[in-house]
């Protein structure tokens, strides 16, 4: 069993905490953020202003991430629905996809779940953007870990959420301040990249949301000791910066 608690923390530091935001200057689009839900979190969910997104913990939710027993499956002519239970209730599950790669889902099997929350007239539902097995029953009782401290640390009155994520006057001084100083006519060369900045740009590149295993990373980066590659993606999985997906040596960015 692991030591650290909850070592996929699926949050976005760069996406907006307020469903009232404003958009970032110069119209740059916000990273999206991935949160651990239950099925209860959804049905007390409130839906955004403007859309179809659902405000969790007090910020719109871009995707959503949850493990529970699939009860039902439907298939129709447009997608596959599915009902999916955890300890707290059902949800409904619809997968668009035109494609599916690895094992499929039956009945009764334990699932990991990626979407996006949608709200129509009814009930909140995930459309799927990956869904699979769980490599291990751990994973059951580390997803319930996840949801429970995301929850508590972006509760808006909670002191630790504010010293964790600073505030929008600091990040707009300290892009004033980095813009200044790119500006200085005499700026010192760029740094070469370190290795936490290669494995990051390496992850942006992953084609799905399960993002690369640790052995990839290692193969994109065969300059580096291996070791010190699966270090640093262990770092910044305790650094809120990536998590584990479809198990504990799959990774991918917030």
């Known amino acids: 069993r692991r030591s650290r608690i909850a070592c996929s923390i699926a949050i976005s530091m760069d996406s907006p905490r307020s469903p009232n935001a404003a958009p970032r200057a110069g119209g740059e689009r916000p990273k999206q953020n991935l949160l651990p839900v239950n099925a ?6 409130q839906k955004a202003p403007g859309g179809e997104k659902i ?3 007090a910020m719109v939710a871009d995707r959503l991430t949850l493990v529970g027993t699939v009860k039902t499956k439907n298939e129709t002519s447009t997608c596959i629905e599915y009902e ?23 009945v009764d099997d334990v699932v990991r779940v ?21 490599e291990s029953p751990d994973e059951v009782e580390f997803h319930e870990t996840e949801v429970k401290y995301v929850a508590y640390k972006l509760k ?7 010293l964790a994520f600073g505030s929008p006057d600091k990040e707009a001084k300290a892009e004033k301040r980095l813009a200044s100083e790119n ?17 990051v ?19 994109h980066l065969s300059s580096e000791n291996p070791a010190s590659v699966a270090n640093m993606l262990q770092t910044l999985v305790d650094e809120a910066d990536a998590f584990t997906t479809v198990d504990l040596q799959t990774f991918a960015l917030l």
């Open 114 to 134: 990626v979407g996006q929350a949608r709200v129509h007239n009814g009930p909140v539902s995930i459309s799927v953007t990956y869904m699979a097995p769980v």
């Open 183 to 199: 500006d200085e006519p005499n700026a010192k060369a760029p740094k070469p990249a370190s290795l936490r900045e290669r494995v």
């Open 201 to 219: 740009e390496y992850l942006k590149t992953a084609p799905t949301d399960a993002g690369y295993k640790v052995t990839e990373v290692q193969k």
């Open 156 to 162: 808006p009155d909670n002191a630790v959420t504010r």
């Open 84 to 106: 999916l239970t955890d300890s707290t209730g059902e949800v409904s599950i619809k997968d668009y996809r035109d494609k599916r790669t690895g094992k499929a889902v039956q």
């Open 40 to 45: 209860e979190i959804l049905r007390t969910a």
């Open 55 to 57: 405000v969790v913990h």
